[in-house]
């Protein structure tokens, strides 16, 4: 079972980086936009970028993130309820099921300011500002894959509680990436052949989803791990 070791070593020396990354507002927000057919006929294709996303875990799923998104070239003939057709339509594409949406960087940038908005800033915002969407994933899931989804789920939280029962006799200010390993890597072994069946994939691909899904609910829902990612 190396490889689940291999993986928790290079998972925990990049997740603290990913976390900070996620939580600041030096978002990469100029380059790579990426295009979408919207099904709408006051504009046909928009540009859009997801700047930052999450998974989501719901007592249903750990199948959907939530995100934040710049739509860059949205025209002036575009309709507000056309405006929440398209951004659904991202979401469905992207599997997001909470969506934060703007027109452009900037008003991305003066949303998350901790500073007091000046006039100027407050009146910007609120017209680069598109609504914000919620989307029931699950609906559009045939019965067959929610039942996977809430097996991968009950799977994954049952595991991330065990573990974080093991990591509470750690202090987080001396736990290395190699005794985080070898915790997680000890009890996931043990859900191995589980592990194939929920995710009905062959092992080193069943192997790494379930260290990805497991590891990033541990740092958002495990106290320690949250001690340690915020030390």
Not at 22 to 27: A, D, I, K, P, W
Not at 118 to 124: H, K, L, R, V
Not at 178 to 184: G, H, I, K, T
């Amino acid at each position: 079972m190396n490889i689940i070791k291999y993986l928790l070593i290079a998972l925990i020396i990049v997740l603290p980086a990913i976390n900070f990354a996620q939580n600041s507002s030096e978002f990469d927000c100029e380059s790579e936009f990426e295009t979408i057919k919207t099904e709408i006929e006051s504009q046909e294709i928009v540009s859009y970028k997801i700047v930052y996303s999450r998974k989501v875990y719901t007592d249903e799923s750990f199948e959907f993130s939530e995100g934040i998104i710049v739509i860059s070239d949205l025209n002036d003939k575009i309709s507000t309820d056309e405006i929440i057709k398209t951004i659904v339509g991202i979401g469905v594409t992207n599997k997001l099921s909470k969506i934060l949406a703007f027109k452009t960087c900037e008003a991305k940038e003066i949303y998350f300011q901790k500073a007091k908005l000046t006039p100027e800033q407050a009146e910007y915002l609120e017209k680069n500002l598109l609504p914000n969407v919620e989307i029931d994933l699950n609906k559009s899931l045939s019965k067959k894959d929610r039942k996977k989804n809430k097996r991968k789920r009950d799977l994954i939280e049952m595991v991330s509680n065990k573990s974080c029962e093991e990591f509470k006799q750690f202090n987080t200010e001396e736990i290395s990436a190699e005794q985080f390993s070898q915790v997680l890597s000890n009890i996931a072994a043990e859900y191995v052949e589980k592990t194939m069946n929920v995710y009905e994939m062959p092992f080193e691909e069943s192997a790494i989803q379930f260290i990805d899904d497991l590891t990033k609910h541990l740092f958002i829902n495990c106290e320690s791990m949250k001690e340690l990612t915020q030390e």
